[in-house]
Structure formats: C-alpha cells, structure tokens
C-alpha cells in the first residue's frame, strides 16, 4: 500500500524540479552573474560593480524607480479597499453565479488587449472625449491633454484597477462563501454595529488571512508588469519594467549588464515591498484592535462603501466600453473626430492584405493548446500523486506552485533566454511554449485543486470497494466527475498563455510573433484599425475558451442533474 | 465463507488506538453489528477492515476473509464492497451504468446488460437502467447502491449506517431487503449503527466498542 502511486510522484517532482524551479533559479543566476558584470557571450569576463554604476548614472532610473513603485503599490492598495467596500454592500445583494458572470470578462480579459482598449476610451482622441464633444466641450479637434501615457501613470494605475480589483472580488468571494458572514453580520448588528462597520471590524478581519496570497501576487504582478504599462504607462521615462526590456533590446549591447542589474533590482523592489507590506499588515493590526476595543459603534459608514462600490462600478463600466471600443475600431473606416460613431463601416482592417493576423493568430492558438495541454496532464498528475499518497499538500510544495507568480519575470527571463541561446532552443516554439508554462502551471494548478479536493472521495472509496483500481479509478470516476472544474481549469490556463508577452517576446527572440507581441507592438502610432483588429482577436480566444468551459460540460451531461447542480 | 477480526484496533500513527482490540467472527449470510458512542472510531474501523484508512493511521491485529489475510491488500483486491450512510451513486453515470461499474470485467457484450436488468429487477427498479441517479428517491436510490455493491461479487459487505438517512417505514423495508440479499447469497456483513432496531433486525453478534 506505502507504494502506491511513489512513481507517479517520482515523475511529477522530477518534471516540477527541472521543468519550474530549476529554469527559475538558472535565470535568476545567469541574470547576477550579468547583474555583477560576467556575461561571456558579449565578451564581458570581469566581476565588477561597473553594471550598477552605470544603472545609476542611465537616464530616468530614478524616475523609473519612483514610477514602478507609486503605480505598483497604489494600484494595489486602492484595488483592495475598492474590493472590500464593493463586497460589503454588495455581499447577500447579489447572487454569486451572477457576480461570477460579471466578473468573467474582466478575468478573462488579456491585459494588453484591455489596455488598448482603455487607451481608445481615455485618449484626447478617444470614445470619451468624441462622447461628449462638441455639446460639452466644445472642442472640435482632439485637445492637447496627456489623458494616456501621462506623467504620474495614472491612466497605468486605472487600467490595473481594472484587471486587479475583478480578481480580488473573485477571491474575496470565495472567501465569504468559507465564512457563516450572515450569523455574524446578525450578531454584529445586534450588538448595535453599523452594517458597514460590522463588515469592517469583523468579517474582514477574518476574510483578509485568506486572500492574504493572491493580494502578494496582485502586489508583484503590479510592480513589474510590461504589457499593459508600455501601452498606457508613462514613456519617458517609463516605469522600471519598461525600462529594464528597453535596455535589454536597446542596439547597445553594452546596455545588457546595467539592464540585468536592474532585473536583479526589480526582483529586490518585489521581495522590499512584499516584506514593506507585511510589516504595515501588522501596524493595520495593531491600530484596529485598539480601534475595535473602542467599540465605535459608526453608523455613519456607508458612504464610503457607497463610494468604492461607485467607483468599482465606473471601472467596470469603463472596461466593458474599452474592449467594445475594439471591435467598434476593427470594422471602422471612416471615424473623424467628434463624432460619437464611425461615419462608415468596412472589413477592410480585417481584409487587407499584410495585416496578417492570421499568423500570429495561429501561433498563439497553437502555443496556447500546448501549454494547457501539457499543464493540465501535470496538474492532474500531481493531485493524482496526492490522492494514492493520501497526504495533503506540504507547505513547500504549495509555495513551489506559487513561485513563478511571486517572482517577477523579468528577473529570470533574460537569464533564462541565455541558458536558453547556450543549449539551441531559443527563439523556437518549445523554448516560448515552455517559458509560458512557468506562469500557465500555477494558474492551471490553483483552479483544479480545490475542486479536486471538494470531490467526494466517498465515491471513489465507493469505486474501490467494486474493485476498480487506481487507473480506473482516475479515468472512469475522477476525471468525468470534475469534467467542468477540468474545463474550467484549462480555459483560465489558456487565457493565461494567450496574454503572455515578456516570455513569447525573450524566448521567441522576435521570430515567433503572436497576437499579444503583435498587439503591443503595433499599439503605439499603428492605425487603429489593424490595433483593433489584434485586439479583438486577442481578447477574443480567452472568451471562447471560457465558452467551451461552460458549454462543454452542459452538453455532456445535460441528463445528469447531480453534476450539473453540484456546480452552481 | 467466514469474516473474521482478531485483536483489531485502529489508532493514529504512534498514537493510541482508539478503542481496545476487537475479537469477531461473522459467518456467511450474517450479519455482525459494531455499536457504540460517536466519535469512538467504528467507520474509522470499517475503513480500515475495506482498505480505505486514511493517512496517518494504522490499524493493527488481522482480518480474514475466507482465510485470505485482506490488511496487505489494497482495496479494490479485497472484494469487500461497502454501503455508505448515502447511496453514492455516480453522479456522472447513468443508473444502469453505475450498476454495471460493479460488474467483473469478465462479464462481457449482451451479457452485462442482462446482469444489470435482472438487478434492477430483484431491485424493483426494472426499466430504471437508463435513468440519471439524481431524479431516484432515498430508497430507490439505496436499493440501486446495494444491487451495485452486489455485482461485484463481494465477499463481505461493510454497512456504514447505511439506513440512517431512511425514515422509519422505508427504513424496515430496505434493512430487510438488504439482509434477505446477503443471506441468500451467503454472504457474511458487518454494520456499523446507532440504532438498536438495526442490531435487532440484523439478529447476528453485537459489539459494544
């Protein structure tokens, strides 16, 4: 019995080991080794500070820095008091199904997709300014405003709210749902507590130690994200992330050393902030349990929680408009400013020859399917290692599955890329497909284990007591019974291989091009049409995939209720 | 054929058992009744004599089963089936089709579909075969679980309150239908209850953990 499944682990581990944390730590070494001045392949051979010298001494560094950490930790300090006060008016007002179906498209939306969307909403030019002019405004051409790509990374700041804050509501969500919120929500008020203040000083105290990890990765996803702060953040300078990639495809080789010290010190500004964060975790603490044992009873705050949940549902509104605002731009040909609409239609952003979105249509596609493929087989292939093992998931392990999340990518992506060049697989379609496994596994890993822990193992007993075996058990109990979490799971995972951009753009070396690298590239001065045109294929394939997920699993046991009621 | 449990315990790794060792022998068609206060481990004890303990305990002393010594096997080679407080029934299959997930391999073509008709027969629920488990009522759905069990040829059935969710009248009727099987086809049970009218039906050895 004390063997069962030992091989199965064997090989999940082994693969885990060299597949994951081995190419992460390799990057990571490959990236000081540059960082401190040795990087052979561009003939630099010394051990030196030179690298960190001249980081300081590049133009906008300090800018950078200041940028990366205003955006990074505002947006994520903002997102969660936004999340928490729209949960705690919303929370009972509103079915969980239902915010699931408002949440989707704002999860499933590739960031950079999103991004352009937004730019066309906020830009001087864009579906905002044209809404509302000449009427109120008077103005008859574009007015010379940096509403994107300005100074302090505002319009950066409000397109991450967007993503981060419909991510938070999700895990906030599922959360409560852990929680008896109605029994205390009683108890509070009846102890004579405002409803706001209940929700303040007792249920959230008690929801935050569980979303305590996806607010880490919303915190480090927000200090170094690429994609999105190329196309709204500012340019120059650009935020630290920005930079640091400028640097590293600037015709200057010589700029890669300085760039890999900077790499080193965007993964350093990540662990500070996460450390910064838990120490003022325990500051908040402190001061609200004085706050509590005051026993304010605060009846007057509701307008505060009115206010996030206003300003939750602008951001949400203003999404929806963005990613509309890519298919009204894909089919326009005439649109001059102001009008609120296109003056004529046409196919021809889609038609024209040399667009070729096909391509890059394609390659994604195919990229796509593999890295869930593949992460899918390894994730079941771990749980299943678990089951036969009848253990629980060591705390090691589940931090192994939340690494690549934790550690930005751009610490380890060009070191990687070097190890990559050295044993010929760079700029290939298994060096990209297994540089986005790294960021698809976990996400894949996150969405099946709980529901693969919720499956009623009485039912597999069941089976084994009628003689199935384990591959059996698998195959004909396990694996139809969570058809949709499985579902499920690889639509999140495909979505998440289709926003990729820093691992397609390092590991495909610019011969592989997909409909993100594209989309990025082409967002900056292209005609909008053709932008529009990425874009909506772009955002497209994460809401197909999301589509399947349902539709699938509705369609194969349409006759069975006790699965299709399991997963309301 | 004969179940057999001597000096049987069950703890935690390295910790205490959780009752004192237990002697019992249940012969074929009978069925043996494990009674005591909650929480004292009697399905942690049937877990263990079905090969489903959970990890980190162990259980210690030997269980026969027509002499064959089950604790070294795993727990579908034990041909122990169980009936669970719930049916169980998979809610992915079919009803006709969970009744078959029971059937030996060796069962092959026309020949399966016929074992789970004549079951579902003897089951009162002839015709049921293409029916989704979730629409079946409490006792349609127990006996369709006990017919399940019984393809499978067990050599020993393991009751886990198994009637406990039934109201009274249903109850008798499903207890008495369950132990009709067992006896008929000779095969020796042990029940795990709360209720003294279940020991009293089943009419076998009781033991008080």
């Not at chain 1, 499944?5 to 080794?33: D, E, H, K, S, Y």
């Not at chain 1, 869930?372 to 998931?393: I, M, N």
């Not at chain 2, 393809?151 to 207890?175: G, N, T």
């Amino acid at each position: 019995m004390k063997g069962d499944g030992r091989a199965l682990r064997a090989v999940v581990a082994v693969v885990l080991l060299g597949g994951v944390v081995l190419p992460i730590v390799a990057g990571f070494a490959q990236t000081a080794r540059a960082a401190f001045g040795v990087l052979p392949a561009i003939g630099a051979v010394e051990w030196s500070f030179a690298p960190w010298m001249q980081l300081m001494h590049l133009p906008g560094f300090g800018t950078s820095l200041r940028l990366s950490l205003v955006t990074g930790v505002g947006s994520t300090v903002l997102a969660l008091a936004l999340a928490f006060g729209f949960c705690a008016l919303m929370h009972g007002r509103v079915q969980p199904a239902a915010m699931g179906r408002l949440l989707t498209p704002f999860l499933a939306a590739p960031h950079a997709a999103l991004a352009i969307g937004l730019a066309f909403m906020l830009a001087p030019s864009g579906w905002i300014a044209r809404m509302v002019s000449p009427v109120l405004t008077g103005w008859v051409r574009p007015p010379d405003l940096a509403t994107v790509n300005d100074g302090w990374g505002v319009a950066l700041i409000v397109g991450l709210l967007i993503k981060e804050v419909p991510f938070l509501l999700l895990v906030i969500g599922s959360a409560l749902g852990q929680l008896p919120v109605r029994q205390h929500l009683a108890a509070g008020r009846a102890l004579g507590y405002g409803r706001g203040v209940v929700w303040v000083k007792v249920i959230m105290p008690q929801v935050y130690p569980m979303i305590r990890l996806p607010v880490f990765i919303v915190l480090a996803f927000a200090l170094s994200v690429v994609d999105m702060a190329i196309i709204l953040g500012p340019s120059n300078p650009p935020t630290l992330a920005v930079a640091i990639v400028r640097w590293f495809s600037a015709p200057d080789i010589a700029l890669i050393l300085p760039a890999s010290a900077a790499a080193l010190l965007q993964a350093g500004i990540v662990a500070a902030a996460v450390g910064a964060w838990i120490m003022a975790e325990r500051l908040v603490k402190r001061w609200g349990r004085w706050w509590l044992r005051r026993g304010g009873r605060g009846h007057r705050a509701g307008p505060g929680l009115w206010a996030a949940s206003v300003v939750v549902a602008g951001l949400m509104l203003l999404g929806g408009l963005a990613l509309i605002s890519l298919l009204v731009w894909s089919f326009a040909w005439r649109w001059s400013f102001p009008q609120a609409l296109p003056q004529s239609w046409s196919l021809k952003g889609w038609m024209s020859p040399g667009v070729g979105w096909g391509r890059a249509l394609q390659a994604s596609l195919g990229i796509g399917v593999a890295t869930t493929v593949a992460s899918l087989l390894l994730a079941v292939a771990w749980l299943e290692g678990e089951d036969r093992a009848r253990r629980t998931r060591a705390g090691w392990a589940q931090a192994l599955i939340y690494l690549p999340l934790l550690v930005p990518q751009i610490g380890f992506l060009y070191g990687l890329n070097v190890l990559f060049l050295r044993i010929g697989i760079s700029g290939g379609m298994l060096a990209v497909i297994w540089a986005q496994m790294l960021f698809v596994f976990p996400y894949v890993m996150i969405a099946l284990s709980d529901p693969w822990r919720a499956m009623d193992c009485q039912h597999v007993r069941a089976a084994a007591a009628l003689g199935a075996g384990p591959w059996r058990r698998l195959f004909s109990v396990k694996l139809p019974m969570l058809v949709r979490p499985l579902m499920v799971a690889a639509a999140i995972g495909f979505s998440v291989s289709v926003a990729q951009y820093l691992p397609t753009l390092f590991m495909g070396a610019g011969r592989i091009a997909t409909l993100t690298t594209e989309a990025v590239t082409l967002a900056s001065g292209s005609d909008r049409r053709v932008v529009g045109v990425y874009a909506v294929l772009q955002a497209g394939l994460p809401f197909l995939a999301y589509g399947a997920a349902l539709l699938v699993p509705a369609l194969v046991y349409r006759n069975r209720r006790g699965l299709l009621g399991a997963a309301e | 054929m004969s179940l057999e449990l001597k000096d049987v315990s069950v703890g935690p790794k390295g910790g205490k058992p959780l009752f004192a060792p237990i002697s019992l022998q249940v012969a074929a068609g009978e069925v043996g009744t494990l009674m005591g206060p909650s929480g004292i481990g009697k399905s942690t004890l049937l877990d263990a004599i079905g090969g489903h303990l959970a990890h980190g305990f162990v259980v210690s002393g030997a269980v026969r089963l027509n002499g064959r010594d089950v604790l070294a096997q795993p727990a579908e080679a034990r041909r122990i089936g169980v009936l669970f407080q719930d049916a169980l029934l998979f809610p992915h299959l079919s009803v006709g089709d969970n009744l078959a997930f029971g059937l030996a391999r060796s069962v092959r073509g026309a020949a399966r579909m016929q074992a789970v008709d004549e079951a579902l027969e003897q089951a009162g629920l002839a015709g049921f075969a293409g029916r989704d488990p979730a629409t079946l009522s409490g006792g349609q759905r127990a006996r369709a679980a006990l017919m399940r069990a019984l393809l499978a040829e067990p050599e020993a059935l393991l009751l886990d309150e198994p009637f406990s969710r039934l109201d009274a009248e249903l109850r008798a009727d499903i207890r008495s239908f369950v132990f009709a099987h067992l006896r008929s086809r000779g095969i020796p049970g042990l029940m795990v209850t709360h209720d003294a009218s279940d020991a009293e039906a089943a009419g076998g050895t009781v033991v008080q953990l």
